[in-house]
């Protein structure tokens, strides 16, 4: 099986088809379609050609092509993507963790996802990867070859080491010139004043965020008994305890980080979705899909 075959997989496309994502708000490099581009004077890069549907203006029609071929073809431009999005897809250690789907494998395959649903819709796609050391970065763009450069990128990256989330995200404002929609998928395991100021930033630019915030079940309901030993995914030292005298602990603390979190959310109007990773991954597909039109 191929690369694309491994993170999609054809019952995955097929209910993907039923789907359709787009962007609340009015973003940059859209010339016609349900988002206006607010900037007049634009320059335009053809991009394809695409057939023509009923509801598309007359003066698109490639009349040259039409004339050799006897079939209509309409020109799609750069600018007239309804949709700029960019995935930035969190690589730090603890998305390591889980048997035997991790939550990165999780997330390598709805990041996987949420492109080629865009991508098969004409709209413009990039991913981001937070890693420490690395710059897996791919700027937004329709181009046929697209998906198959994100899912080559998401092939070859494993998540380790300390989150850099944040300063990904700080990277993601600096190299997106235009405003669109960025995706964040992570366990946002980190602390909340960090990724707020990232945030900030982001939506400071007029991009709409959403975090989809993947867990594994163990983690919400922390359901060790007994004594056992816990291995950090990020670097830290193994430790022996006895679950039963943190597990209160470990709750609240969660519980609270949670809330925190939610309020960051709020406070710059991005959407918070959380997502366990033993539900089906079209429902976190789905779930995005809906706050978006909703």
Same mark, same amino acid.
């Given at each position: 099986?191929?690369?694309?075959?491994?993170?999609?997989?054809?019952?995955?496309?097929?209910?993907?088809?039923?789907?359709?994502?787009?962007?609340?708000?009015?973003?940059?490099?859209?010339?016609?379609?349900?988002?206006?581009?607010?900037?007049?004077?634009?320059?335009?890069?053809?991009?394809?050609?695409?057939?023509?549907?009923?509801?598309?203006?007359?003066?698109?029609?490639?009349?040259? =092509?039409?004339?050799?071929?006897?079939?209509?073809?309409?020109?799609?431009?750069?600018?007239?993507?309804?949709?700029?999005?960019?995935?930035?897809?969190?690589?730090?250690?603890?998305?390591?963790?889980?048997?035997?789907?991790?939550?990165?494998?999780?997330?390598?395959?709805?990041?996987?996802?949420?492109?080629?649903?865009?991508?098969?819709?004409?709209?413009?796609?990039?991913?981001?990867?937070?890693?420490?050391?690395?710059?897996?970065?791919?700027?937004?763009?329709?181009?046929?070859?697209?998906?198959?450069?994100?899912?080559?990128?998401?092939?070859?990256?494993?998540?380790?080491?300390?989150?850099?989330?944040?300063?990904?995200?700080?990277?993601?404002?600096?190299?997106?010139?235009?405003?669109?929609?960025?995706?964040?998928?992570?366990?946002?395991?980190?602390?909340?004043?960090?990724?707020?100021?990232?945030?900030?930033?982001?939506?400071?630019?007029?991009?709409?965020?959403?975090?989809?915030?993947?867990?594994?079940?163990?983690?919400?309901?922390?359901?060790?008994?007994?004594?056992?030993?816990?291995?950090?995914?990020?670097?830290?030292?193994?430790?022996?305890?006895?679950?039963?005298?943190?597990?209160?602990?470990?709750?609240?603390?969660?519980?609270?980080?949670?809330?925190?979190?939610?309020?960051?959310?709020?406070?710059?109007?991005?959407? =918070?979705?959380?997502?366990?990773?033993?539900?089906?991954?079209?429902?976190?597909?789905?779930?995005?899909?809906?706050?978006?039109?909703?």
């Amino acid at each position: 099986m191929n690369a694309i075959g491994r993170l999609l997989d054809p019952q995955l496309v097929e209910s993907l088809g039923l789907l359709s994502i787009g962007a609340r708000q009015v973003v940059e490099g859209t010339a016609t379609g349900l988002h206006r581009s607010p900037i007049k004077g634009a320059s335009v890069e053809f991009r394809q050609h695409r057939v023509y549907t009923p509801g598309d203006e007359p003066r698109r029609i490639d009349w040259r =092509l039409l004339a050799r071929s006897d079939r209509v073809f309409v020109k799609e431009y750069d600018e007239e993507t309804n949709l700029r999005a960019v995935v930035a897809l969190d690589a730090s250690g603890s998305m390591n963790y889980g048997r035997p789907q991790t939550k990165f494998d999780f997330a390598t395959r709805l990041t996987a996802a949420l492109c080629y649903l865009m991508l098969q819709q004409s709209e413009s796609a990039g991913l981001s990867v937070a890693r420490a050391g690395e710059d897996a970065w791919l700027p937004p763009s329709g181009i046929a070859s697209q998906l198959t450069r994100i899912i080559d990128r998401l092939e070859t990256t494993t998540a380790a080491e300390p989150t850099t989330l944040d300063s990904e995200l700080l990277r993601v404002a600096d190299r997106t010139d235009r405003r669109g929609l960025v995706i964040v998928i992570s366990d946002f395991f980190l602390p909340v004043p960090r990724i707020a100021k990232s945030l900030a930033r982001l939506r400071h630019d007029r991009h709409e965020i959403v975090l989809m915030r993947l867990l594994h079940p163990d983690e919400r309901t922390f359901p060790f008994r007994n004594w056992a030993r816990f291995k950090g995914l990020e670097g830290e030292a193994a430790q022996l305890v006895e679950t039963a005298a943190v597990r209160r602990t470990y709750l609240k603390n969660f519980e609270q980080h949670e809330m925190q979190l939610r309020q960051a959310a709020r406070a710059v109007g991005a959407d =918070l979705l959380t997502h366990t990773i033993d539900r089906p991954l079209i429902e976190a597909v789905t779930t995005i899909v809906r706050r978006r039109v909703g």
